[in-house]
């Protein structure tokens, strides 16, 4: 785990100073030459009849947990201010923070019906600071939400550990589902106890969510982590992974795995969760290699052993790919920027004669690479090379989010660099980057500018796609967050909506 830790802080470092100098360079597959025709197709185009010219921001507070007083590597984020879009029915959108959730309508403007104007606050539990992982809309408009709530000190800085698990339900108009939990809320350790430690048990229990989705039902099935044993070195704590379901009143669903909660002992914790034609697949991480491992669970929680080996697809790397789930069932994995250099020969002046030469000079190269999976978990052989495809460019955009529509296009996310004045020297700012590849990985040059599309929040505004999806009409949402003077937060999220 903090191997995985380790190596995805370091790639997101890279991946962000090396996204700044880009200039509007189009990813491509390795080893291909780059044939844009400069042209604009319709598809790609920034939907009008979305909010304003395509685009919606909210404000949204900096989330305060007070001091996060790191001291163990754990397998949930106790790191607050993190946000998310989710698809609601009727076309509508939801953004959530651990504060509040915002609702669209499907033309882009706050839904009236939901909360106060289009917006509902988040109700922290008494006594405790409520940590947002994921956001989930179920068929009947109700809004789940997932993470952890932390207990607040009277004095002094949280405990490091301590902290429940939250699941939130609202109301299709914003307000909480007293059905649910206690008053909307469920916070529980789901009956985990409290780690081992030197001298006895741990003060408390230590367990997070990570992801939530809705299953059959509109239940919501959820995934996560706690804390086993710590012990007496700094940063040492050992955890087990788990997902689990719940009933329609918040309690642990006794029909779904081993009395609601199934529990992996060799995976450190689960994140990312996505909903597939028979099941579920989370993402796993562990602390030996292989250090991911994707799992396959049939929809009554038990391991699905017709995926992978008995239920397991082992991934190479130590940083956690972006899962997305085609409606075939195929499965698609947009991997973390790499970075290696190469020597290319370019004309400089000489130091010594004056003249200008052509020398080889480094140059950085980004890849990053997508895998589609059949849904046995075997590689596609119709994808690229082996079930494959790498993509870089010289100027690189960096990629942090992937979804796929029916008809098997592929849709990637993130953003790129661009200089806010008319020099080339001015201040760099950062636009959402949107792709579209062919189902078989090749680019689709019909789509934006040479298969890209980059979009801008204002000239002093800096914006990162964190999301992909699509909407019933194949419109592509966008979303991610943004920083903006002309928020009075200074910040919250950004969504662009594109005609397909």
């Not at 009277?154 to 299709?172: F, K």
């Amino acid at each position: 785990m903090d191997r995985v830790r380790r190596t995805a802080l370091a790639a997101a470092m890279i991946c962000a100073c090396m996204a700044v100098i880009a200039s509007g360079a189009i990813a491509k597959p390795a080893g291909k030459a780059n044939t844009a025709s400069g042209k604009s197709a319709r598809s790609g185009r920034l939907d009008r009849s979305f909010g304003e010219g395509g685009k919606v921001t909210a404000a949204f507070p900096a989330g305060n947990t007070g001091s996060t007083a790191p001291k163990y590597t754990l397998p949930f984020e106790f790191t607050p201010g993190h946000l998310e879009m989710a698809p609601a029915p009727g076309g509508k959108v939801v953004v959530a923070g651990a504060t509040k959730v915002v609702r669209y309508l499907a033309d882009g403007k706050p839904d009236p019906s939901f909360g106060n104007g289009g917006t509902a606050n988040v109700p922290n539990p008494p006594g405790y600071a409520f940590v947002l992982a994921g956001v989930a809309v179920d068929s009947q408009g109700r809004v789940v939400l997932a993470g952890l709530a932390r207990p607040l000190p009277a004095s002094s800085a949280p405990d490091p550990l301590l902290s429940s698990a939250v699941v939130m339900r609202l109301n299709a108009d914003g307000t909480p589902d007293s059905g649910f939990g206690n008053g909307g809320t469920v916070l529980t350790d789901f009956g985990l106890g409290a780690p081992k430690a030197p001298g006895g048990p741990y003060l408390g229990a230590s367990v997070g969510l990570r992801d939530v989705v809705i299953g059959p039902n509109d239940l919501p099935v959820v995934s996560g982590a706690y804390v086993t044993e710590v012990g007496t070195s700094r940063g040492s704590a050992e955890s087990e992974g788990f997902v689990a379901r719940l009933t329609e009143t918040g309690a642990l669903d006794q029909s779904f795995g081993e009395k609601g909660l199934r529990k992996i002992a060799s995976i450190s914790s689960f994140g990312q969760l996505v909903s597939r034609p028979v099941g579920f697949l989370a993402l796993g991480e562990q602390s030996q290699q292989p250090y991911l491992q994707l799992t396959g669970f049939a929809a009554g929680g038990n391991l699905d052993t017709g995926f992978g080996s008995f239920g397991f697809r082992a991934l190479a790397g130590e940083a956690a790919p972006t899962l997305a789930v085609a409606p075939s069932g195929k499965v698609l994995l947009l991997g973390p920027p790499r970075w290696h250099h190469v020597y290319r020969p370019k004309k400089v002046k000489d130091a010594e004669t004056g003249k200008i030469v052509t020398k080889k000079v480094r140059t950085w190269i980004g890849e990053q690479t997508v895998q589609r999976l059949l849904p046995s978990g075997a590689g596609d052989p119709s994808f690229g090379r082996s079930g494959a495809v790498t993509y870089n460019d010289p100027k690189p955009g960096s990629y942090t989010a992937i979804a796929v529509d029916a008809k098997e296009r592929i849709y990637l996310a993130g953003r790129i660099g661009k200089h806010a004045g008319s020099s080339r020297k001015g201040q760099q700012r950062t636009n959402f980057l949107l792709a579209r590849t062919k189902p078989n990985g090749s680019p689709d040059r019909s789509f934006g500018h040479a298969a890209t599309v980059s979009t801008d929040f204002g000239a002093r505004a800096n914006a990162f796609a964190t999301q992909v999806m699509l909407d019933p009409k194949g419109r592509i949402l966008v979303g991610g967050g943004i920083e903006s003077p002309q928020l009075e937060s200074g910040g919250g999220f950004a969504i662009a909506r594109y005609l397909p």
